[in-house]
């Protein structure tokens, strides 16, 4: 299986979510191997996730966010009827599969 390249967007946004998961953890107070250990990955993959690869799977970074207490936030952000656009369309059906 072909590696999935990142567009230089995706790279920023990578490097910005390790930073701010870095940040959490900080300011929580908590060394890399608790949240490591929290999260069941090893410090060497929280480091990776902090320092913005992208190479590491979903389940890492969703690990973290609830190590870190905010998974709940990470879920929400991501609902669509929580925006202008998903209120205003939430009246239509949506369709069972979108074609590409």
Do not use: C, Y
């Amino acid at each position: 299986m072909a590696a999935i390249r990142s567009s230089a967007r995706a790279e920023r946004a990578a490097a910005q979510i390790g930073t701010q998961l870095a940040a959490w953890r900080k300011l929580q107070g908590l060394t890399a191997a608790q949240v490591a250990d929290r999260a069941g990955i090893t410090r060497g993959t929280l480091h990776r996730l902090e320092s913005g690869e992208t190479t590491v799977g979903l389940a890492v970074f969703l690990n973290v966010a609830r190590a870190l207490g905010m998974l709940d936030s990470v879920v929400e952000s991501t609902d669509p009827f929580s925006t202008d656009l998903g209120r205003a369309r939430s009246a239509d059906r949506l369709p069972e599969r979108v074609r590409a």
